[in-house]
């Protein structure tokens, strides 16, 4: 396997040759350029695991160019700057603009080899604690032994063995990108990065930037693509995106490259495509919101995250599970729930579903105290005294597809707290674990009025 791509940039044609010729026996890919215009090139086709950079050289030096790339964002690679006329100032400058090291010539090329090889290691430990960071919301909406949520896992899996491009669909909150997080885990692909990008919070004129990278005044921003590379890109609310950028998007994955916002070499598209939505896309295409030839694209292998009404069954798994995380990680009380609150939250509607779950749990170790967690306490944190079962809906509800009669429950459910709040959009939003965004969008689906008529 290669063990990394490095760019030498360096004036002197026998260093050059003599770095390439040696770091290719250690079977690294490299490229060798001689001055800071080529190496700007060089990094626009494609970004290098680490640079070795020549301090002086004719027109732009080292130092210039590197205080060029660190202008543009934190530096994506490590830089190991080499001199012939170094000096303390010189090596202090390097490492405040973000340098890996500073080595001084004539290269002792053992002591160059063993540099990299650890430069490298630190940005992939780097890289690895990005990661974590990003994924450190516990993974527990695939938590439990429901048939549901087994049959998911088993769907997830099989995906996973293959390379295909996946569109997961489900309500809010129910866990759409923890399963493409689980997909990613599964895959071929589990050793290289994650990246998940939410689409509704991306205005159209940043949409293709932010997707595709830009290049500017000689600066270039890697977008989510590029950093996605070798590993998985979650395109989150993918109806969010405008149709312009949605048309870009369309010939990146039909081509399998693209370009970056203002320049001009395509790049390779070395990514995992998942698309995720909790609204109804052939109803935003039939609407024109959403390209029809983008959504065939994106649905290759269809993925339906269960809302936890459908298994709820597993609540108190989950409750256990978020109990116990929050307590080792966000340091909060250990408490236990009662029979009698784990069988209120088990006959819970949830129309946050795991997201209000998470909520409300966190909700109940922080205000309040005592070792067990009663049922008078979840009926006061839920603002409901009285479980919700399927005898306290009416008849004809029963009898309706199921999409009609989720939509006609979520309209009653949003105007009852509407008017209980005095049309409070943040106050409901809040309470049943919804997304600001997603609530407006889903009064205006549902034809509800935020501000209830005056009695």
């Keep these: 396997m290669n063990p990394g791509y490095i760019l030498v940039v360096d004036d002197e044609p026998d260093i050059r040759r003599l770095m390439q010729e040696i770091l290719e026996d250690e079977h690294y890919k490299v490229t060798a350029v001689e001055n800071a215009a080529a190496a700007r090139e060089a990094v626009k086709k494609q970004r290098p695991d680490l640079v070795l950079l020549d301090i002086w050289m004719p027109g ?3 130092i210039s160019l590197l205080r060029e790339w660190s202008e543009a964002g934190p530096l994506e690679m490590p830089v190991i700057m080499i001199s012939g006329h170094g000096s303390v100032e010189t090596a202090v400058e390097a490492t405040r603009l973000g340098a890996y090291d500073f080595i001084e010539k004539p290269v002792s090329m053992g002591k160059l080899l063993v540099t990299i090889e650890r430069a490298l290691e630190n940005d992939k430990l780097r890289r690895e604690n990005l990661r974590l960071r990003r994924q450190a919301e516990p993974a527990a909406t695939l938590t439990g032994k ?3 949520m087994q049959q998911l896992r088993e769907n997830i899996e099989r995906i996973a063995a293959t390379d295909a491009w996946v569109l997961i669909t489900g ?6 990108a923890v399963a493409a997080r689980y997909l990613h885990a599964h895959s071929a692909r589990r050793d290289h990065p994650f990246v998940e990008v939410s689409l509704t919070a991306v205005t ?3 949409a293709a930037a932010q997707l595709f990278g830009q290049e500017q005044k000689g600066a270039v921003t890697p977008g989510c693509f590029e950093q996605a590379g070798g590993g998985t890109l979650l395109l989150n609310e993918i ?6 950028t949605q048309a870009r998007l369309l010939v990146a994955l039909e081509q399998k490259r693209f370009s ?3 320049g001009h070499e395509p790049i390779p598209l070395d990514a995992r495509v998942i698309a995720a939505s909790d609204q109804d896309l052939l109803k935003a295409v039939e609407e024109k919101r959403f390209r029809e030839d983008l959504y065939y694209r994106l649905n290759v292998v269809p993925l339906r995250v269960p809302s936890l009404r459908e298994h709820h069954e597993d609540v108190p798994e989950l409750i256990n599970f978020y109990v116990n995380w929050m307590a080792d990680n966000e340091h909060l009380p ?5 029979t009698g609150a784990l069988n209120l939250l088990r006959n819970y509607s949830w129309p946050g579903n795991v997201r209000e779950l998470r909520n409300v749990v966190q909700r109940l170790l922080i205000l309040h105290r005592g070792e067990e967690v009663t049922e008078a306490e979840v009926e006061q944190t839920l603002g409901s005294p009285a ?3 399927s005898e306290s809906y009416p008849p004809t509800l029963m009898e309706m597809p199921l999409r009609d009669a989720r939509d006609q429950f979520e309209k009653a459910y949003l105007e009852h707290h509407l008017k209980r709040t005095g049309g409070n959009v943040a106050e409901v939003a809040r309470m049943s674990g919804m997304e600001r965004t997603h609530l407006y969008r889903k009064l205006k689906q549902l034809g509800v009025n935020p501000k209830p008529p005056k009695e």
């Design 60 to 62: 732009t030096d080292g």
């Design 146 to 148: 429901s048939a549901g």
């Design 171 to 176: 309500e809010g909150g129910s866990g759409k």
């Design 204 to 206: 159209p004129a940043h």
């Design 239 to 244: 109806v969010g995106l405008d149709l312009a």
């Design 260 to 262: 970056r916002v203002g």
């Design 334 to 338: 250990y408490r236990k729930f009662t």
């Design 387 to 389: 479980p919700v079962s």
